[in-house]
């Protein structure tokens, strides 16, 4: 069956850097509001056999569902927010699931971000209901050194997003264990990237060209 034709999944699992452990994600939004040129969604229907083009969002009592049916199957390493699209597109998910979660998932809640949690949240204190909620991670995904090269790259739908992104990351910072990475394409000064995140206190890796799994 190809990867088109199989049911699409909100819950898929990967092994993790050193292929021993695996974590579980959650795709819940094939919404995002960049439009990166190197986006894995442009050219892909999904990951490791899992299809990630989803038919319609799921709520979060489906998400949980679909958690309860595999959670206990392993040691999952973590439990990561990440798929085809933006997770913060829909804050309100993430905050109705995390809290059953975390009373049934002792390690690491990971949200893998494009860092616009406040562009698309207005009005919303994103990073304190994100810690209430029970989140313990934050990977925001910066692949750029200046204003310039993100629009470029990373072409986004709002204006003035790359010091929105650089004080999300700082904020952050402040609560969560939070990293930044950033994928090896030639626009991106690494070593750049590398600094601002030490400034801004927060840790760096850098990622493969495989983009949106971080
Ligand atoms: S790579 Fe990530 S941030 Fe960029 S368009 Fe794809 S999902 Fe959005």
Same mark, same amino acid.
């Given at each position: ?11 898929y ?7 021993? @452990?695996? +974590? ?11 439009? #990166?040129?190197? #986006? ?7 990951? $490791?056999? !899992? ?25 999952? +390493? ?6 085809? *699209? ?5 804050? +309100? #998910? ?9 009373? /049934? !998932? ?5 949200? $893998?971000?494009n860092g616009? *949690?406040y562009?698309?949240n ?16 934050i ?5 750029? /050194? +200046?204003?310039e090269?993100?629009? /470029?790259? #990373? ?6 997003? =790359?010091?929105?992104?650089?004080? =999300? ?5 402040? @609560? ?12 991106v $000064?690494?070593?750049?990237?590398? @600094? ?19």
């Open positions: 069956m190809t990867l088109r034709k199989k049911k699409p999944s909100v819950v699992w990967l092994p993790n850097a050193n292929a021993e @452990e695996y +974590n579980l994600y959650l795709n819940i939004t094939n919404q995002c509001s960049n439009n #990166c040129y190197y #986006c894995f969604r442009r050219y892909k229907n999904g990951v $490791d056999g !899992f299809n990630l083009k989803l038919h319609r969002e799921p709520s979060p009592k489906e998400v949980i569902q679909q958690l309860q049916k595999i959670l206990n199957r392993k040691n999952w +390493n973590e439990i990561v927010f990440c798929g085809f *699209g933006e997770p913060l597109e829909r804050l +309100n #998910c993430i905050l109705e699931a995390t809290p059953w979660i975390r009373k /049934h !998932f002792a390690n690491a809640i990971r949200i $893998d971000t616009q *949690g562009l698309l207005p009005g919303r204190e994103v990073i304190k209901e994100l810690t209430e909620a029970g989140v313990d991670k990977s925001v995904s910066l692949n750029a /050194h +200046n204003e090269t993100y629009i /470029h790259v #990373c072409k986004p739908n709002f204006k003035n997003t =790359f010091e929105n992104v650089l004080k =999300f990351i700082e904020d952050a910072g402040k @609560e969560f264990n939070t990293e930044v990475t950033t994928v090896t394409i030639p626009e $000064d690494i070593p750049k990237v590398r @600094e601002m995140a030490r400034k801004m206190g927060v840790t760096f890796r850098i990622r493969e060209y495989i983009p949106c799994f971080w």
